[in-house]
């Protein structure tokens, strides 16, 4: 982990803490070593700093849309703990570099669903999480974020003072699935389905 990643993550988690009563479940469910996906609903700009803060001991990296690295300074700082994707059609070098750096024992935080939810509602999984998953073997675990939409929701351009909570659930073993018949896409909707699943189990959690 990089020393400006240490306290970046630092000190978003003290934000986070004293302004916004942060709260972490199921932090003991991410592995502290070897290729990890973490996937997550999406309702926020606040949510990668979210997770970034919430891991904290790991170096997460993300897959962040492309158009951000176009972006004058937000650029240059996003690079630092990103790769870029094309969310709607993701290209094969982009697909075949998130599983060299699993295989290479990194930490992935994906967005199943492609981009932020409007109204809090959990979205279908774009194919490209099931399609690293199964490519890699690593194993996924799923999150999900509240409160980040009240704090900062979608078009908002100031910051309200909320609670803000992240779950963790156990682990998804993608390497123990069967294909049996299934089509290389069918097996991998079928990883993408079960992680909203457990992702929306998440959520009941959460919401009870």
Request: glycine share 10%; hydrophobic share 40%; charged share 25%.
């Amino acid at each position: 982990m990089t020393l400006a990643y240490r306290f970046a993550t630092t000190f978003f988690f003290l934000l986070f803490k004293i302004f916004f009563r942060f709260k972490i479940d199921g932090i003991e469910k991410v592995p502290q070593k070897g290729g990890v996906i973490v996937v997550s609903n999406h309702i926020s700009h606040l949510d990668p700093l979210v997770i970034g803060a919430a891991i904290g001991k790991r170096q997460s990296t993300f897959m962040a849309k492309r158009g951000l690295f176009k972006i004058p300074f937000v650029g240059a700082f996003v690079k630092t703990f990103s790769f870029p994707i094309d969310r709607d059609a993701p290209q094969p070098s982009t697909i075949k570099e998130a599983v060299r750096r699993l295989k290479n024992g990194e930490l992935i935080v994906m967005f199943p669903e492609g981009g932020r939810s409007r109204d809090g509602s959990l979205l279908d999984a774009k194919r490209g999480t099931g399609l690293i998953a199964a490519l890699s073997g690593a194993k996924v675990i799923p999150a999900y974020i509240d409160g980040t939409d009240t704090a900062l929701p979608a078009g908002a351009k100031f910051i309200s003072l909320s609670k803000i909570r992240i779950i963790f659930g156990s682990p998804i073993e993608t390497s123990a699935y069967g294909r049996d018949r299934e089509s290389g896409k069918d097996f991998q909707e079928r990883i993408g389905n079960d992680i909203m699943k457990e992702i929306k189990n998440l959520k009941l959690k959460v919401k009870s």
